[in-house]
């Protein structure tokens, strides 16, 4: 296993080739791509100064922004219609299927009781590094590049008129207590684990009353189960 590993290890860099061809890419600093594909646990194994989490908070927000303004200038949705196709769009399950499509699981570094637990195949780890991917080219090649590969991968699922909306139970319950004119509140009750495999366990109010508790590997799916917990109690009298 060990000896799998290192080969496994020592074939991401040049794989990686395959992605950039695909998504059109001409990379001029390599060093931030390998970080955005380096997961936590293997830095600590490895002794390195970085991992993808930087990465994944610029490209969280380059990621909503590009969705959003794609949204506004199509013209064709509603400010209430937006809002809920840019959050399905920009959640965890959207982002882990994009990154799934592009084979990331190829590419991801983990340590090795990451990669025996199915590290590089998990929701929560495949969405970050997708976050950290698009932060990537974008301090690599400019905005503008990162928007129009972001675009070219997203557009397409937004237009299929055949394809679902990707489950986002927040934005279904934050519709309906909006309905019903109630006070929505996610609270963090905990997160524990090392930096590279935490767990967080979140609830969900409604005007103070607990309607639902989650728990998942990021506080994004942690306020998730806990809105999808809320909706089945919910009664909208």
Same mark, same amino acid.
């Given at each position: 296993?060990?000896?799998? $590993?290192?080969?496994?290890?020592? $074939? ?10 695909? /998504? !059109?890419?001409? #990379? ?6 390998? %970080? =955005? ?11 390195l100064s970085y991992s993808y989490e930087r990465l994944e908070f610029l490209g969280d927000a380059i990621?909503? $922004?590009?969705?959003?303004?794609? +949204?506004?200038?199509?013209?064709m949705y509603e400010e209430g219609e937006m809002t809920k196709i840019r959050a399905s769009y920009v959640?965890?399950? *959207? ?6 499509? $592009? ?6 570094? @983990? !340590?090795?009781? &990451? ?8 929701? *929560? ?6 976050? =950290?991917?698009?932060? =990537?080219?974008?301090?690599? /090649? !400019?905005?503008? &590049? ?9 557009? #397409? ?6 394809? /679902? ?6 934005? @279904? ?7 019903? %004119?109630k006070n929505l509140v996610y609270e963090l009750l905990d997160s524990n684990g090392p930096s590279h ?6 609830? @969900?109010?409604?005007?103070?009353? @607990? ?5 998942? #590997? ?12 809320? +909706? &089945? ?5």
């Open positions: 296993m060990v000896i799998f $590993l290192k080969m496994w290890y020592s $074939l991401v860099g040049d794989c990686m080739d395959t992605l950039f061809e695909k /998504l !059109g890419i001409v #990379p001029k600093n390599l060093n931030l791509y390998e %970080q =955005a594909f380096t997961h936590g646990s293997y830095s600590y194994e490895h002794g990621v909503d $922004l590009v969705i959003s303004d794609y +949204l506004y200038n199509s013209k959640c965890e399950n *959207a982002l882990a299927c994009f990154a799934n499509d $592009l084979n990331f699981s190829n590419y991801i570094k @983990v !340590g090795k009781g &990451e990669y025996l637990n199915g590290g590089k195949h998990k929701k *929560a780890i495949l969405a970050d590094v997708f976050e =950290a991917f698009i932060a =990537a080219i974008y301090l690599d /090649l !400019g905005f503008e &590049e990162a928007k129009k590969i972001l675009l070219n991968i997203a557009v #397409p699922y937004i237009e299929d008129k055949n394809v /679902l909306l990707f489950n986002d139970y927040k934005s @279904v319950l934050q519709e309906a207590v909006q309905n019903i %004119q495999n935490r767990t967080f366990k979140v609830a @969900v109010k409604i005007d103070d009353i @607990v309607y639902g508790i989650g728990v998942g #590997p990021s506080k994004k799916e942690a306020e998730q189960v806990a809105a999808k917990k809320a +909706l &089945e109690k919910l009664v909208i009298k």
